[in-house]
């Protein structure tokens, strides 16, 4: 069977931006360059040895209508919400909240000094489960399935599946897949990714070449369709990135700030029944 090699279909460049209470971050996805990518609306990268950047944290805020997916690269973040759950995040560990009709969490470093890094990514829900009963999907570093192929690049498979391993994360709406990649200098990584599933590269460590595209900088790289993703690490550092894939949902967005929804009245309901304390 032939395969068709996913393109670069665009570059996003992150832009440099301030959330929660303080925190430095810098976004491609859902930023100015790229208002979404159906069914993700926003990618934001942090990575900061200054404990300015991060202190502040994100203190209690709501969310409505989609899922937020915490992975940490390095440091320690704590989050609870009004249900009285809570937890630590911890280096290589991932949270996949899924929102639903609402939650109301804050998310705090727990950390004073020291490197803190990592990625929140916001998928979208269908119109069927954007009111469904909040949950979490709270992943171990361990428990985060890895893998090391004989040349020496390692892939960790936080959802979906590559090389015959499944991811942690399952039962999402999207059919996700979550990788995060490390390719020795001089190595290639090829991996299959559905058909029809937009799909994109973070890079976060070295520089990919993509066809002869250099990638790099922390710039997203979307693919065009196709069942095969090819990356080249041409050196000399080791390349890291993100390969991070999901199923359409093709429906209106409605959204405004942490509630992203189908409908204005929809939106309007959501502000409502956050502020009557219905969340
Ligand atoms: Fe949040």
Known sequence: M??????????????????????RIRRTIGGPYQENL??????????????????AGFPDHPHRGFETVTYMLAGLMRHEDNSGAGGTLRPGGVQWMTAGRGIVHSEMPQQEEGLMAGFQL???????????APRYQNIEPDDVPHITRDDGIEIRVIAGEVDGIKGAVNGIAIDPTYLDVRVPAGQVFEATIPWGHTAFCQVFEGEAHISGTPVGGGSVAVLGDGDRVRLENHGPDELGFLLIAGRPINEPIARYGPFVMNTQAELEQAFQDFHSGNF
């Open 2 to 23: 032939s395969e068709t090699r996913r393109e670069i279909s665009t570059l996003i460049p992150p832009m440099e931006m301030s959330e929660g209470a303080g925190v």
């Open 38 to 55: 159906d069914p993700f609306l926003l990618l934001d990268q942090f990575r900061t040895d200054n404990a300015d950047d991060y202190i």
């Open 122 to 132: 916001w998928v979208n829900l269908p119109a069927d489960q954007k009111m469904c």
